[in-house]
């Protein structure tokens, strides 16, 4: 299969490869100035109020509207059979009042949250299997990476469609990106908010190429033969090189010009496997098979080590850019480590429902304070659920602020009163039922979720 990473805000450090206001009621005036009140006199300050403030943010919620991506009549056109099968949401993506599924069999469906209607198909070709989705907030697009069945599936291709041309229908105003590269296995794209870089590699003539997100123009390109993986972090890039016996040859790029900014050495334990290599600003993270975790600064050359049975190799990381802290996750718990090597937070009641870490399954907030998770609703009966839980919890203090789960009376279908409001079929449990996708609109205070019956669920107050 083909190779896709992805590095994007509001998951700013993960990086996948696919081979990709709650409003106000009347009585409520007095205690909002309260609360201002509060939070600027207090010496706990803006941290109390935000707790508090998340807690009401996230009280009340209910299923409000569903979405279908399934629609055989709107299919005719596809002429890949499995296209026109129900499927599961494998990501799901907001913006501008505009929801996009994407399911794992390859269509994109774009929703509108003002009408509640589907508005269109993102797949313009009928031949198209859509891989994953971006939206590049420079310069309000949707960028959509596909293969196609002409091409035997073996190369990516990417797209790039205005918001405002999908909220008028027009998915086929877009334009391609990249043609220049040939993007097949075990080529890939990745894209990175935080730096506004895209990265892609051309396994064929074996050169890496960075572009500016904001307007797709190459910048420079890297042909070291050597070169067997690059890592992104804010204002860098770290090449590692193939590894010698002892140790591994680093490189440290600036992501704006390319220009070399340190190259070393870091020594290995002979004979023993690498399990990864991850950097994060100045620090770099090595851990090898059965081997403490270290933590080198490579400002100073000072090095930590956390030992091996403290830290355990995780499935994967989410680097908190804004804290300075990093989540792992590893059989369904999820922790947060600062880069002494010390374990900040370990989570109350935020149980992954799936033990491998699905990064789509998991939202962290923009301030970096919240995560949202699919977990499992009941962690002490675990063995014996069939139905999950969307909790909210805060990053710093491991506290669960919220969950909306289907044994909770609160927890409802919110009354049908407006006259564009969808029809919902399924029921809390069904919703909350084998959830595979999940994003939360921040600007709109709404969850989303996706399941494996390609249905797009909104919960909000």
Same mark, same amino acid.
């Given at each position: 299969?083909?190779?896709?990473?992805?590095?994007?805000?509001?998951?700013?450090?993960?990086?996948?490869?696919?081979?990709?206001?709650?409003?106000?009621?009347?009585?409520?005036? *007095?205690?909002?100035?309260?609360?201002?009140?509060?939070?600027?006199?207090?010496?706990?300050?803006?941290?109390? %109020?935000?707790?508090?403030?998340?807690?009401?943010?996230?009280?009340? %919620?209910?299923?409000?509207?569903?979405?279908?991506?399934?629609?055989?009549?709107?299919?005719? %056109?596809? *002429?890949?059979?499995?296209?026109?099968?129900?499927?599961? +949401?494998?990501? =799901?993506?907001?913006?501008?009042?505009?929801?996009?599924?994407?399911?794992?069999?390859?269509?994109?469906?774009?929703?509108?949250?003002?009408?509640?209607?589907?508005?269109?198909?993102?797949?313009?070709?009928?031949? &198209?299997?859509?891989?994953?989705?971006?939206?590049?907030?420079?310069?309000?697009?949707?960028?959509?990476?596909?293969?196609?069945?002409?091409?035997?599936?073996?190369?990516?291709?990417?797209?790039?469609?205005?918001?405002?041309? =999908?909220?008028?229908?027009?998915?086929?105003?877009?334009?391609?990106?990249?043609?220049?590269?040939?993007?097949?296995?075990?080529?890939?794209?990745?894209?990175?908010?935080?730096?506004?870089?895209?990265?892609?590699?051309?396994?064929?003539?074996?050169?890496?190429?960075?572009?500016?997100?904001?307007?797709?123009?190459?910048?420079?390109?890297?042909?070291?033969?050597?070169?067997?993986?690059?890592?992104?972090?804010?204002?860098?890039?770290?090449?590692? @090189?193939?590894?010698?016996?002892?140790?591994?040859?680093?490189? +440290?790029?600036?992501?704006?010009?390319?220009?070399?900014?340190?190259?070393?050495?870091?020594?290995?334990?002979?004979? *023993?496997?690498?399990?990864?290599?991850?950097? @994060?600003?100045?620090?770099?993270?090595?851990?090898?098979?059965?081997?403490?975790?270290?933590?080198?600064?490579?400002?100073?050359?000072?090095? /930590?080590?956390?030992?091996?049975?403290?830290?355990?190799?995780?499935?994967?990381?989410?680097?908190?850019?804004?804290?300075?802290?990093?989540? /792992? %996750?590893?059989?369904?718990?999820?922790?947060?480590?600062?880069?002494?090597?010390?374990?900040?937070?370990?989570?109350?009641?935020?149980?992954?429902?799936?033990?491998?870490?699905?990064?789509?399954?998991?939202? =962290?907030?923009?301030?970096?304070?919240? +995560?949202?998770?699919?977990?499992?609703?009941?962690?002490?009966?675990?063995?014996? &659920?069939?139905?999950?839980?969307?909790?909210?919890?805060?990053?710093?203090?491991?506290?669960?602020?919220?969950?909306?789960?289907?044994?909770?009376?609160?927890?409802?279908?919110?009354?049908?009163?407006?006259?564009?409001?969808?029809?919902?079929?399924?029921?809390?449990?069904?919703?909350?039922?084998?959830?595979?996708?999940?994003?939360?609109?921040?600007?709109?205070?709404?969850?989303?979720?996706?399941?494996?019956?390609?249905?797009?669920?909104?919960?909000?107050?």
């Amino acid at each position: 299969m083909e190779g896709l990473k992805k590095q994007a805000s509001p998951r700013p450090s993960c990086t996948r490869r696919v081979v990709a206001g709650k409003r106000q009621r009347p009585d409520d005036s *007095k205690n909002c100035l309260k609360k201002l009140l509060r939070r600027e006199i207090s010496r706990a300050g803006n941290w109390a %109020f935000n707790r508090s403030n998340s807690q009401e943010k996230f009280r009340n %919620f209910h299923l409000q509207e569903e979405f279908d991506t399934h629609d055989p009549k709107a299919h005719h %056109f596809l *002429k890949l059979p499995f296209l026109k099968k129900r499927s599961r +949401i494998v990501e =799901i993506v907001a913006a501008r009042d505009t929801v996009f599924a994407l399911t794992h069999s390859g269509i994109c469906a774009a929703f509108s949250r003002e009408t509640n209607k589907r508005i269109c198909f993102l797949n313009i070709s009928s031949d &198209e299997v859509i891989r994953s989705l971006f939206y590049n907030k420079n310069n309000d697009s949707l960028i959509t990476v596909s293969v196609y069945a002409s091409d035997n599936y073996s190369s990516l291709k990417c797209r790039t469609t205005p918001i405002e041309y =999908i909220r008028r229908g027009q998915p086929d105003a877009g334009f391609p990106l990249f043609e220049s590269e040939s993007l097949r296995w075990p080529g890939f794209v990745e894209f990175d908010d935080v730096n506004g870089k895209v990265l892609t590699y051309s396994a064929q003539d074996r050169i890496y190429k960075v572009f500016d997100l904001k307007n797709y123009t190459m910048l420079y390109s890297i042909s070291d033969k050597q070169v067997q993986e690059i890592k992104i972090s804010p204002g860098i890039m770290l090449l590692i @090189f193939d590894r010698a016996p002892s140790h591994v040859p680093l490189k +440290i790029l600036s992501i704006e010009d390319g220009s070399v900014l340190k190259h070393f050495n870091h020594l290995l334990h002979r004979n *023993k496997k690498v399990d990864f290599i991850e950097q @994060f600003n100045e620090k770099l993270l090595v851990k090898q098979e059965n081997e403490n975790l270290q933590i080198l600064d490579v400002r100073n050359s000072q090095l /930590t080590e956390v030992s091996r049975t403290e830290f355990m190799t995780p499935s994967a990381f989410i680097f908190l850019y804004e804290n300075q802290l990093f989540l /792992t %996750f590893r059989n369904r718990t999820v922790a947060v480590w600062n880069f002494r090597g010390e374990l900040v937070t370990s989570f109350e009641d935020h149980l992954l429902w799936y033990p491998d870490c699905n990064t789509n399954n998991i939202y =962290i907030t923009s301030e970096q304070d919240l +995560i949202i998770s699919y977990c499992k609703a009941h962690p002490e009966n675990c063995c014996e &659920e069939a139905v999950g839980s969307i909790n909210i919890s805060n990053i710093l203090t491991g506290k669960c602020l919220a969950k909306i789960r289907a044994d909770d009376p609160s927890v409802g279908i919110s009354p049908r009163a407006r006259g564009n409001s969808s029809i919902i079929r399924s029921t809390v449990q069904e919703a909350l039922e084998d959830v595979t996708a999940l994003f939360y609109d921040e600007e709109r205070n709404e969850i989303y979720t996706g399941n494996r019956h390609g249905l797009v669920h909104v919960w909000s107050n």
